[in-house]
T-cell receptor, first 111, second 114 residues
Framework: DAGITQSPRHKVTETGTPVTLRCHQT?????MYWYRQDPGHGLRLIHY???????DKGEVSDGYSVSRSKTEDFLLTLESATSSQTSVYFC??????????FGPGTRLTVL | KNQVEQSPQSLIILEGKNCTLQ??????????LRWYKQDTGRGPVSLTI?????NTKSNGRYTATLDADTKQSSLHITASQLSDSASYIC?????????????FGPGTSLSVIP
């Protein structure tokens, strides 16, 4: 698992509340990613980071923000959660040859 | 548009049988193609990776093939086991922008039954 953990693993929240998901890695990889996975879709990139304080948007970034103040932590924030953000969120790091290692996922339900 | 398509969407096979999963892509320029296995409730795990010059790569009972001319790949599973029940995802690296460099297919859901 390349030393990747995500917290929380499960969360239920209400529409309009802020939510922060955390990804932590222990192997000092430069690139980190946040994806969401929904039935019928491949994993879709939300945001990624290429270093401390260096982040960029992915294909489905609306409604999400990220921060990376330390190499090992990459935070994903939903400023005001909506039901369309109910999903499974995966964090990943990039290893050589573009191989990615994924965390265990966070299942988020927005009621 | 850079895309990865997989077929079939789902598959049920008997334990001990072989099966083949398909992946077609339109990603250009092409860098490499990987197959991932994703067990229910877990993150994807890499099975094989192939670059442009490789046509086949094996990992135990899993054998992946790549035809870069037709932009097709297949994953062949030999002597299936119950533990092979999972989603298999084809991932292609390439594309013109930075974030579409890694493009995921929707996956094939495989169920192996006794």
């Amino acid at each position: 698992d390349a030393g990747i953990t995500q917290s929380p693993r499960h969360k239920v929240t209400e529409t309009g509340t802020p939510v922060t998901l955390r990804c932590h890695q222990t192997e000092n990889h430069r690139y980190m990613y946040w994806y969401r996975q929904d039935p019928g879709h491949g994993l879709r990139l939300i945001h990624y980071s290429y270093g401390v304080k260096d982040t960029d948007k992915g294909e489905v970034s609306d409604g999400y923000s990220v921060s990376r103040s330390k190499t090992e932590d990459f935070l994903l924030t939903l400023e005001s959660a909506t039901s369309s953000q109910t999903s499974v969120y995966f964090c990943a790091i990039r290893a050589p040859l573009d191989t990615q290692y994924f965390g265990p996922g966070t299942r988020l339900t927005v009621l | 548009k850079n895309q990865v398509e997989q077929s079939p969407q789902s598959l049920i096979i008997l334990e001990g049988k072989n099966c083949t999963l398909q992946c077609n892509y339109t990603v250009s320029p092409f860098s490499n193609l990987r197959w991932y296995k994703q067990d229910t409730g877990r993150g994807p795990v890499s099975l094989t990776i192939m670059t442009f010059s490789e046509n086949t790569k094996s990992n135990g009972r899993y054998t992946a093939t790549l035809d870069a001319d037709t932009k097709q790949s297949s994953l062949h599973i030999t002597a299936s086991q119950l533990s092979d029940s999972a989603s298999y995802i084809c991932v292609v690296s390439g594309g013109e922008t930075s974030y579409d460099k890694v493009i995921f297919g929707p996956g094939t859901s495989l169920s192996v039954i006794p």
